[in-house]
């Protein structure tokens, strides 16, 4: 069984990608591989999993150091990245992807971008590696969800929130 199908190197975000996962289906379910040395030369220290309910969006969260690996396990969810990027040709654009169970992909969220992630079923298991030991909210950047400059044409109008991301700050002046 081969690890991927295919890499995809996003046009919107420098060092974006995606990689379409090859599955192995017969009558007793499925397998597939979420991580390969084959496809990525980072290093990953940590693994972390949110499960979500329908409407739950988390997010913009990020730092300047901690690239983060992707993917769905169970349900799906809308997932939007922003390069932030000092220096960057790419800062202040977004790619959004739909990511899930059933077409199982793994998207390589490079250093200094930030991601957010909106539940669209009933629940939704995402999980994401992390190349730095996980920094608390102090240490990191909290984006507003809906902010103008980013308009990541969020799939459901009002999200449910925490306390931190109803407290995001404006993309404009956010280099990391």
Known sequence: MNTIKSITESTKINDLKTITLDIFKDYRGEIWTVYSDIYTDLKFVADKVTISRLGVLRGFHGDP???KLITCLSGQFQLAVVDTRKNSKTYGNVETYLVSDNEPMVVIVPAGCVNAHLCLSDKCVFYYKWSEHYKEPEEQVTIAWNDPDINANWLIES???????KKGCPLKGIEL
Do not use: E, G, K, V
Request: without cysteine; aromatic residues 0%; charged residues 30%.
């Open 65 to 67: 150091h901690t690239a």
């Open 159 to 165: 999200p449910i929130l925490s306390d931190r991301d």
